[in-house]
């Protein structure tokens, strides 16, 4: 496996803001991703968490605010240069129920591919040598991500669990250098959980990317995140390390709904 050799670029977020009609669903958020960590955005149903995805990946152009990763301006983006900028993301909701493993990572694997669709189709030597590399990565990342015994299976024969990771996968061809996650084990059983979190260690420890991960399974968070950015109602109200966000007053608030200082179990 191809490990990166140099570090991804930092992600910064600075003074994010996105109004849909009357509402304001991100309000001047900032935080920072450092080149190869997890980082975590949690908060209550409707705290802006995947607003703030659809922002990074260009879905969404925010009223005010910039995005950057590294050098690279991509506040105003569209979704594909921001992708080949390094950006790959999952969605909350599983889209995948076509053709393969390998045709949904070969999906992945097209943005990269140099040759064009022209020449494979003509059968040119030189895109065929590249499309049998792509599929070699293809089934690289098949292997990382737990799916080498499917690889040529139809993805809607695959438990729940595999096809969320088909998702995975398929973000993980774009050779992304930062990973937006979103809800990777909403759905899932306790095993699978494990399996995703495995995973994403191997995934970070071969690949060496940023990840930034949506999840409401606290227990998840802790175990996976180097820092926090807690969002409630569109604003952002603590930044730390797990054990700091899960002690801190305002974010116990934001969960319970009232002043529950102590309540740990809560976070
Ligand atoms: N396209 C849109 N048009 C209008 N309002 C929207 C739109 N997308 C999101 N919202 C609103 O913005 C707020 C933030 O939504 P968002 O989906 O970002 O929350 P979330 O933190 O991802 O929640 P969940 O945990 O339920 O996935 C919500 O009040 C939502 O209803
Ligand atoms: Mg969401």
């Known amino acids: 496996m191809t490990a990166r050799t140099t570090a991804p670029p930092e992600l910064t977020v600075t003074d994010v803001t996105v109004r849909f009609a009357g509402l304001t669903a991100l309000d001047a958020v900032s935080f920072t991703v450092a080149p190869g960590s997890v980082h975590a955005l949690i908060g209550p149903n409707g705290a802006g ?3 703030c995805f659809n922002v990074l990946s ?21 979704p594909h240069r921001i992708a080949a900028l390094g950006v790959a993301r999952t969605f909350q909701n599983i889209v995948t129920t076509q053709g393969t493993v390998a ?6 694997r097209h943005v990269l591919s140099r040759a064009g669709f022209a020449a494979g189709a003509l059968r040119l030597p030189h895109a ?3 499309q049998r590399a792509h599929l070699d990565r293809a089934r690289e990342i098949a292997g990382l991500t737990g799916l080498a015994a499917h690889f040529d299976s139809p993805v809607a024969l695959l438990s729940y669990g595999d096809r969320k990771r088909v998702e995975f996968a398929r973000a993980l061809c774009l050779e992304p250098s930062v990973l937006l996650l979103d809800e990777p084990v909403a759905g899932m059983n306790a095993a699978e959980r ?5 995973v994403v260690h ?27 950015t807690v969002l409630d109602f569109g604003r952002a109200i603590a930044h730390g390390t797990p054990d700091e966000v899960r002690r801190d007053p305002e974010v116990l608030r934001a969960y319970l709904g009232t002043g529950a200082e102590g309540e740990e179990d809560a976070a």
Do not use: W, Y
């Open 49 to 51: 968490k995947s607003t």
């Open 202 to 228: 191997a995934v970070r420890a071969e690949l060496g990317l940023s990840v930034v991960l949506v999840e409401h399974d606290m227990g998840l968070v802790m175990r996976l995140a180097d820092e926090v």
């Open 58 to 78: 260009g879905l969404c152009r925010p009223a005010t605010g910039t995005v950057r990763l590294g050098d690279a301006d991509l506040t105003r983006l569209a």
């Open 103 to 108: 045709d949904n990572l070969m999906l992945g």
């Open 194 to 198: 494990a399996r995703t979190v495995e």
């Open 128 to 130: 065929r040598r590249e």
